[in-house]
């Protein structure tokens, strides 16, 4: 079964009489369980790539399916739905609200889609234990490291069982070991609960975690691999 499926998207931004053709006529699907990392030159059309998949930009043309659903098919509502129960976000900088403890941070989501967080106790306990921030729950992100902080982001995107989470450079602004340890967070993500994983990184180191790489250049995917062979590729950018 396809997790994704892109067939001849093209993403144009308009600024004043300027037209930039950002991505061009891209067409490739991914598979339940992948862990693909987005890679390619500053300015390649990744982000832009990754927030088209995630529903928080809309395509020039062609089409998006997620478990088989065109993502043009959702209105507003059904799509903010969508990202708050199918869908799971980790960003860069962890995107936490500042004045809530860890748990009602990774409880948001479901406080935001009308449910009662109390039948969440049970999952929200074996989350901070994946986490490793079992003993924190009651502190705020002030108080928090930044490894912390995103695992904090981490547990706030698994809380509603999402079947695809998108990492948006996730460990662009950790040390290298603390970025090790969230990587192998999120091996564990896509390996034992089998949850797909897209992110945009930079990192080559962090890329082989994953289980395939698509590599843009100018808008254009110039390699989609498995990641053995990726990682065997000399013009593998580090
Ligand atoms: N909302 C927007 N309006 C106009 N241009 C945009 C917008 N968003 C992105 N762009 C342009 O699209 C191009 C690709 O941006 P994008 O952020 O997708 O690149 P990227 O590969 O993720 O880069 P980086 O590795 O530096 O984060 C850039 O030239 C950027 O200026």
Do not use: W
């Not at 976000?89 to 449910?115: A, C, M, R, S």
């Not at 930044?146 to 547990?155: D, E, L, S, Y």
């Not at 990184?201 to 289980?211: I, P």
Request: hydrophobic share 40%; with cysteine.
């Amino acid at each position: 079964m396809k997790a994704i499926e892109v067939n001849g998207l093209n993403k144009k931004f308009i600024t004043g009489k300027e037209e930039a053709h950002i991505l061009k006529n891209l067409t490739f699907s991914v598979e339940q369980g992948e862990f693909v990392s987005i890679m390619g030159p500053s300015g390649s059309g990744k982000s832009t790539l990754l927030y088209l998949l995630g529903g928080l930009d809309k395509p020039s043309s062609g089409t998006i399916k997620l478990d088989g659903k065109d993502l043009s098919s959702f209105k507003k509502k059904a799509m903010s739905k969508l990202r708050r129960t199918k869908i799971g976000f980790v960003f860069q900088f962890y995107n936490l609200v500042q004045n809530l403890n860890v748990e009602d941070n990774i409880l948001l989501p479901i406080i935001l889609d009308g449910k009662n967080p109390k039948q969440y106790e049970k999952k929200l306990k074996e989350i901070l234990e994946v986490i490793g921030l079992a003993d924190k729950r009651k502190l705020t992100p002030r108080e928090l490291s930044g490894g912390q902080q995103q695992r904090v982001a981490i547990a706030r995107a698994l809380i509603a069982e999402p079947d695809i989470i998108f990492l948006d450079e996730p460990i662009g602004n950790l040390d290298s070991k603390t970025g090790k340890e969230i990587m192998e967070l999120f091996r564990t993500i896509n390996v034992t609960y089998k949850k797909t994983l897209i992110q945009v990184t930079h990192s080559n180191n962090a890329a082989l975690y994953g289980t395939s790489i698509i590599r843009l250049v100018d808008g254009e995917i110039v390699e989609h691999s498995e990641i053995a062979l990726a990682a065997m590729d000399s013009s593998c950018p580090a």
